[in-house]
């Protein structure tokens, strides 16, 4: 596949904004390095060693190797044709990362930072997780490298994902309940960035979004894109062209980061960026700071965030835990002022549905976060001619979701 | 000069130590906060550290963690930060009070409104624990000219670069953090302290003092006794989260919760 490596070229300039971040993590107003002093150290190491591994050609071909013989690289770009006759749209084509080792394309990341916290000579890796699949990367890497691995997940999100729990406990690594706050993701975090201030000499923390303070919006991008570097060889492959629109759903962004990015300069084609609606934006109950929220600060970095008046961050609320987070990474808020993405929503109702009618039409049964892209993704398509191309990123498969939607059935398993 | 340079140069000339505790605004009450304040500079206090409650508090320990939730449940904002300050300096025109917090809520407010308020309320000093000071020019543009003094950590973990930098930001003094963790931990390595702090000695004439895990006494004068003097955070929350919110503390309940404050005073006033 594709071995097209990350742009080296750094800071957004106005001969081309998607060149970012700069030297301090700048994308636009947005990113930087916003952590406590212990930590700053910690990433400025972070980002020397980065940038240096990132220019040699023997780190992306470990990495590379992994991907395809440990991930089972590349995902197929799947045309989903009954999907596509009853939208009676666009053709809608399915980026399959649900198919990757661990289901979700959270393990691109983990490969690229554990190799990094190998080199770095760190015995112990730390992780939050919010739907568990971040959690269960890190440890299936750990498990493989043989580093120690703790997770760190919200008292809430190991109710609702107890299956991924058990993953991790399965391959060795130590599950920590985080009671304080909301008791989810964002807390998670919290609770991971005061680990990793204590145990700075001897542990990696592998952020499992394109969030945090720079280096690793940077990072968990780069690492992410080979996303969007197969889907655009896949697609010249199967129609000749590039698609006319990509769908993802946000989170934190790095699905959407990983698939936009290496589309950037094709301005012929659109983006949306679907963020999780909750019970619907007019509510207030969402997780959907670009389409709802303001610029603020939190977890080492400035981008948009759900925070009240008095600068709080606020609860959020989605049917899927791995969106359920009141930030973003900050290339995601630079992307939306410059108006280069779209950002948009799907309710919990609306990726509840999409997870029903894509297992039916399909046999593909989506995670939530994915399910909402689908709705998005499917809306879209409707509306578009026949000749038109929507690549969707299927960022996840639903496994560890059936439980919870089983439960919003009244059934239990 | 400030209110801070003022009372850290009068010590100084005394050859006495710096006590600088902190608690959280709005913790358990915003009456009580007050009367606490008080209570504490007649427990010794120099400078009070007045903690802005935040939502995500990631660089403290459980016990401020607690403290900011108690205030928050309070409904405590950054508005009535600046209105406790407000009445405390209707009663004390001398004790510094030094906000400090994260950035997110002083974001919200904005940097010129912020500082506007802190001015006018008699605050003395800003120090945002997740704001480097290379990310700062907009906010010592709107601090420095209203003679706000921005105080900056120092951590055992801050590279030689850095330090350059951190005591060029910073005015009224530098807050060396003992340890490398969260507040509220166990100091471990007393002579890198040590060592750090002589180092830091031959780039500024800024008084140095120490912060995070200094829990009693013999803490405070292990670290006092090498440095200019220390804050006291966790121990000081530690004893607020026995007040009982909404009641109104007797004397002898303020008294019982500064004591841990008393006793450090009196305990670090022998050296020299
Ligand atoms: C399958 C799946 N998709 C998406 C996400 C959201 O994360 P991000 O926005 O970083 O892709 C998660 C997070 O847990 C996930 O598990």
Redesign the pocket.
């Known amino acids: 596949m594709s071995t097209v490596k990350p742009e080296q070229v750094v800071g957004a300039t106005a001969a081309d904004p998607f060149s970012g971040p700069d030297a301090h993590g700048h994308f636009g107003r947005y990113g930087g390095v916003f952590v406590g002093e212990t930590l700053i150290a910690a990433v400025e190491e972070l980002d020397k060693v980065y940038t240096t591994m990132a220019g040699k050609p023997e780190f992306w071909a470990e990495i590379d190797r992994d991907l395809k013989f440990y991930v089972g690289r590349p995902s197929p770009l799947y045309v989903a044709e009954r999907l596509t006759a009853h939208f009676g749209g666009a053709k809608i084509v399915l980026k399959r990362e649900d198919l990757n080792h661990t289901g979700?394309?959270?393990i691109n990341n983990t490969i690229g930072q554990a190799l990094l916290a190998k080199f770095m000579g760190k015995p112990r890796i730390i992780a939050e997780?919010?739907?568990g699949?971040?959690g269960v990367a890190s440890a299936t890497i750990a498990a493989r490298l043989g580093l120690q691995c703790d997770v760190y997940m919200g008292a809430e999100d190991i109710k609702r994902q107890s299956a991924n729990v058990y993953r991790m406990k399965l391959m060795g690594a130590r599950v920590i309940a985080v009671e304080s706050g909301s008791r989810t993701l964002k807390d998670a975090l919290n609770e991971a960035l005061r680990d990793w201030a204590t145990n700075v000499d001897n542990t990696y923390y592998i952020i499992?979004?394109?969030a945090g303070p720079h280096p690793y919006p940077r990072m968990v991008r780069d690492f992410q894109s080979v996303i969007g570097r197969e889907a655009r060889q896949q697609s010249m492959e199967l129609f000749r062209r590039l698609p006319d629109a990509l769908v993802a759903?946000?989170?934190?962004?790095?699905?959407?980061i990983g698939l936009f990015h290496p589309f950037l300069h094709d301005t012929d084609v659109s983006m949306y960026g679907v963020e999780a609606g909750g019970d619907g934006l007019e509510t207030g109950r969402h997780a959907a700071p670009l389409s709802a929220g303001r610029p603020g600060v939190l977890h080492g970095n400035r981008t948009y965030l759900m925070t009240d008046a008095a600068g709080q961050i606020m609860e959020t609320h989605s049917v899927s835990?791995?969106?359920d987070y009141p930030g973003v990474g900050p290339e995601h808020a630079w992307l939306k002022d410059i108006g280069r993405v779209n950002y948009v929503a799907a309710t919990d109702t609306e990726a509840l549905e999409a997870f029903r009618y894509l297992s039916r039409m399909e046999g593909i049964i989506p995670?939530l976060?994915?399910a909402h892209a689908i709705a998005y993704g499917c809306k879209l398509a409707a509306q578009l001619p026949k000749d038109r191309i929507v690549v969707i990123n299927l960022?996840?498969r639903g496994d560890k979701d059936i439980h919870t939607v089983a439960g919003i059935d009244g059934i239990e398993i | 000069m400030s209110r801070i340079s003022q009372t850290m140069a009068a010590l100084r000339a005394a050859k006495r130590k710096v006590l600088i505790p902190y608690l959280v605004a709005g913790d358990p009450d915003k009456g009580t906060t007050l009367a606490l304040m008080h209570a504490l500079v007649a427990a010794g206090a120099d400078i009070i550290e007045l903690g802005i409650p935040f939502s995500d508090p990631s660089s403290d320990g459980t016990v401020i963690q607690l403290g900011a939730e108690r205030a928050l449940r309070e409904g405590t904002t950054l508005h009535d930060v600046m209105d406790i300050v407000r009445q405390f300096r209707a009663h004390d025109a001398t004790t510094p009070i030094v906000l400090m917090g994260y950035l997110n809520p002083i974001e919200i407010m904005g940097y010129e409104a912020f500082a506007s308020a802190a001015q006018a309320v008699g605050a003395d000093g800003v120090l945002i624990v997740d704001m480097p000071a290379y990310e700062c020019a907009e906010l010592f543009d709107a601090v420095r000219p209203r003679g706000l003094d921005t105080v900056f950590l120092v951590a055992p973990t801050t590279t030689q670069s850095r330090l350059a930098s951190i005591c060029a930001s910073s005015t009224g003094y530098l807050y060396y953090v003992s340890l490398k963790g969260v507040t509220g931990a166990a100091i471990t390595d007393k002579g890198d302290i040590k060592s750090k702090i002589e180092h830091l000695r031959t780039m500024t004439d800024l008084p140095v003092v120490v912060g995070f895990g200094i829990k009693d006494a013999a803490s405070a004068v292990d670290m006092a006794s090498i440095s200019d003097g220390v804050i006291v955070g966790s121990a000081l929350v530690d004893a607020i989260s026995r007040l009982h919110r909404g009641g109104v503390a007797t004397p002898d309940d303020l008294a019982a919760t500064v004591a841990v404050i008393a006793s450090i005073r009196s305990a670090i006033e022998n050296i020299k």
């Open positions: 979700a394309h959270k997780t919010g739907a699949q971040h499992g979004t394109a759903c946000v989170g934190g962004g790095s699905n959407a835990a791995g969106l995670a976060e994915s960022s996840g």
